[in-house]
């Protein structure tokens, strides 16, 4: 009796870790079938809207560091380097380091400031609301009617304002704009390739496609631009979850507002390039989702949008909870075959869920790899077959973690180190260096 019910249990997060795996599936099932539809129909990026520079509105770019002291240097000289009328170029460095970048990110502030440039170097008392608390400090002493966002190893091209603040102008009813965003140091080892391939295919087919379609698309926190009226209208920013620029995206939405992305020009970045740092990331990624589906799955069903349009955004919020099911599956299936003393139970479910992964994997981001020209197909086998294997490593050192949150413990924001290597100092803003 005792056996039975214990199989019984143990079958039971079996099929159910196995039921949501197959769901959070159809979810890029959905993504994938609208990139090709897109793609069947010669679908393009917004048209360029370009501006006198009489017209162009007043652009304040906030850059939020914290103990990363090249890193910032950098990021100062090539944001000064913009093509935006000076006198409308507002830079804000809002930094709330307690090591050498204060002192270093001034010097460098000082040099661009008597070449004309207009940087504010902001320091808070304390580091209140992390990221979030930040930028809703910068914001509330300018008055400038659009932000551009940039994390500190973001290396934007000088034309990406003219690219994506036009845009705005002329759709009143845009809130923010967002960039494709590349990887420096995507080549950099196995694991910055793995991070690079699934990049790619967020924002070039999951982003682009949602954003086609009408969908809930997440602004990334570093390579857009928001409207200042949105921001104010949809409540400011909140450190209320880890994720706070998915947290003002949802806001947002529900406020009326919609996101254009556009693929070019590219921002190029960083992906960490060590395990620990990676999981890190992906820790605070995982459990800011949780935070916010757990506020926000009720209200986005509730929105005034189409079905497909509340059930794409709600799939976009709560896709997170992959990582506990399948560890969940795992354990559950690997204790049911002993019981069982066969796997036979599980292999139709196995079945299904190899082949919709091989699916997923392939159609997220194979598209993206040859379109951008990354390399040979035998180096994109090689990293596309290390996928899987590292959403599963992430399944059970993120699994936990996202449980937690669930329950409702908090986590202190841990921000990703950044690394400023050679090529990159000496060619802080060259749009076409190696991405």
Same mark, same amino acid.
């Given at each position: 009796m005792v056996l039975d019910l214990l199989r019984f249990v143990v079958d039971a997060l079996?099929?159910?870790?196995?039921?949501?795996?197959?769901?959070?599936?159809?979810?890029?099932?959905?993504?994938?079938g609208r990139f090709l539809w897109d793609e069947l129909r010669g679908a393009k990026d917004p048209e360029?809207?370009?501006?006198?520079?009489?017209?162009?509105?007043?652009?304040?770019?906030?850059?939020?560091?914290?103990?990363?002291?090249?890193?910032t240097e950098q990021s100062l000289r090539c944001v000064a380097q913009l093509d935006w009328p000076k006198d409308k170029l507002h830079i804000q460095l809002l930094d709330d380091s307690t090591d050498e970048t204060t002192a270093r990110a001034e010097a460098v502030a000082k040099e661009l400031r008597a070449a004309g440039a207009d940087?504010?170097?902001?320091?808070?008392?304390?580091r209140v609301g992390f990221k979030a608390g930040a930028c809703a400090y910068g914001l509330g002493i300018s008055d400038a009617p659009f932000i551009?966002?940039?994390?500190?190893?973001?290396?934007?091209?000088?034309?990406w304002l003219k690219r994506g603040v036009p845009l705005l102008?002329?759709?009143?009813?845009?809130?923010?704009? $967002?960039?494709?965003?590349?990887?420096?140091? *995507? =080549?950099?080892?196995?694991?910055?390739?793995?991070? &690079?391939? @699934? %990049?790619?295919?967020?924002f070039l087919v999951e982003q682009r496609s949602r954003a086609h379609a009408g969908w809930l698309f997440q602004f990334n926190g570093t390579g857009g631009v928001w409207r200042r009226e949105t921001i104010e209208s949809a409540g400011g920013?909140?450190?209320?979850?880890?994720c706070e620029d998915l947290d003002l995206t949802v806001r947002a939405a529900l406020d009326g507002w919609h996101g254009i992305f556009v693929s070019e020009p590219a921002i190029?970045? $960083?992906?960490?390039?060590?395990?620990?740092? *990676? =999981?890190?990331?992906?820790?605070?990624?995982?459990? &800011?989702? @949780? %935070?916010?589906?757990q506020k926000t799955v009720i209200p986005l069903w509730r929105a005034p949008w189409t079905l497909v349009q509340r059930v794409a955004a709600i799939t976009l919020v709560a896709h997170q909870i992959f990582f506990p099911a399948a560890a969940i599956g795992v354990l559950a299936m690997i204790v049911g075959t002993i019981l069982h003393r066969s796997p036979a139970t599980y292999a139709p479910m196995l079945e299904i869920i190899a082949a919709m992964t091989t699916v997923v994997?392939?159609?997220?981001?194979?598209?993206?790899?040859?379109?951008l020209k990354r390399g040979p197909l035998a180096e994109y086998l090689k990293t596309m077959a290390s996928v899987p294997p590292l959403m599963i490593y992430l399944a059970f050192s993120n699994g936990a973690k996202i449980i937690q949150t669930m329950r409702g413990r908090k986590s202190p924001f841990k921000r990703t180190p950044k690394i400023e290597h050679a090529i990159k100092a000496e060619a802080p803003c060259d749009a076409d260096a190696e991405a």
């Open positions: 079996a099929f159910g870790s196995g039921l949501t795996l197959i769901i959070i599936g159809l979810g890029f099932f959905a993504v994938i360029i809207v370009v501006l006198p520079d009489s017209e162009l509105p007043h652009v304040l770019v906030q850059i939020p560091v914290y103990n990363e002291p090249l890193v940087i504010a170097h902001v320091r808070r008392p304390d551009a966002m940039l994390d500190a190893d973001f290396r934007p091209p000088p034309n102008v002329k759709d009143k009813k845009a809130g923010f704009v $967002q960039s494709r965003c590349e990887f420096s140091n *995507f =080549r950099k080892n196995w694991l910055t390739r793995a991070q &690079g391939l @699934v %990049q790619d295919g967020h920013w909140s450190d209320f979850s880890l190029p970045g $960083q992906v960490p390039e060590g395990l620990r740092d *990676f =999981r890190r990331q992906q820790r605070r990624w995982s459990s &800011g989702f @949780v %935070q916010v589906a994997v392939l159609g997220m981001t194979l598209p993206p790899y040859v379109a």
